[in-house]
T-cell receptor
Framework: SQQGEEDPQALSIQEGENATMNCSYK?????LQWYRQNSGRGLVHLIL?????REKHSGRLRVTLDTSKKSSSLLITASRAADTASYFC?????????FGAGTRLTVKP | EADIYQTPRYLVIGTGKKITLECSQT?????MYWYQQDPGMELHLIHY???????EKGDLSSESTVSRIRTEHFPLTLESARPSHTSQYLC???????????FGPGTRLTVT
């Protein structure tokens, strides 16, 4: 069953703008991960944040985690047309990983 | 690029046919998974395995079956394909103690 829910379902921005996607979940987790999926392809792991971490950076990606609110956000700064894809959060609890429905991001050149 | 492969990438087949979707990984991962995903939608876990001779059903009821005779190989079989099976099927693997899952490129199945 689905654990994470992404918000918004779809996001359209101009190149150079920042994109923020949110994920809410229901149960306790060990870590939360974000994945990217290009159209018609498999998912690719982007970044992981552990339950005892609040913020993590990787290049143009910034992830935050608020375990009290059971929510996470993914920020992509200075977006590029090549960032156009679907982004999924996945919660990991005792080897049980659950994916959300994803946010479809479109970056217009 | 992850070392996990799926064949075929695309398959169009008639109703009632038996099909097997192949998934192989060369990373020695114990855990393997099959997901079903309609275009632009969420992933549904349909089968998983934690090692050789171990298979379990996932959250989404599926008429498919799987086998795990070798660590690297996790094929999914549909005994009698139906139009409702039209979807994308994603295979993934994960090593013991690893956090991330590695996904194959997917098989897009169309049943006519």
């Amino acid at each position: 069953s689905q654990q994470g829910e992404e918000d918004p379902q779809a996001l359209s921005i101009q190149e150079g703008e920042n994109a923020t996607m949110n994920c809410s979940y229901k149960t306790s987790i060990n870590n939360l991960q974000w994945y990217r999926q290009n159209s018609g392809r498999g998912l690719v792991h982007l970044i992981l944040i552990r339950s005892n971490e609040r913020e993590k950076h990787s290049g143009r990606l910034r992830v935050t985690l608020d375990t009290s609110k059971k929510s996470s956000s993914l920020l992509i700064t200075a977006s590029r047309a090549a960032d156009t894809a679907s982004y999924f959060c996945a919660t990991d609890a005792d080897n049980d990983m659950r994916f959300g429905a994803g946010t479809r991001l479109t970056v217009k050149p | 690029e992850a070392d996990i492969y799926q064949t075929p990438r695309y398959l169009v087949i008639g109703t009632g046919k038996k099909i097997t979707l192949e998934c192989s990984q060369t990373m020695g991962h114990d855990k393997m998974y099959w997901y079903q995903q309609d275009p632009g939608m969420e992933l549904h876990l349909i089968h998983y395995s934690y090692g050789v001779n171990s298979t379990e059903k996932g959250d989404l009821s599926s008429e498919s079956t799987v086998s795990r005779i070798r660590t690297e190989h996790f094929p999914l079989t549909l005994e009698s394909a139906r139009p409702s099976h039209t979807s994308q099927y994603l295979c993934a693997s994960r090593g013991f103690g690893d956090y991330e899952q590695y996904f194959g490129p997917g098989t897009r199945l169309t049943v006519t």
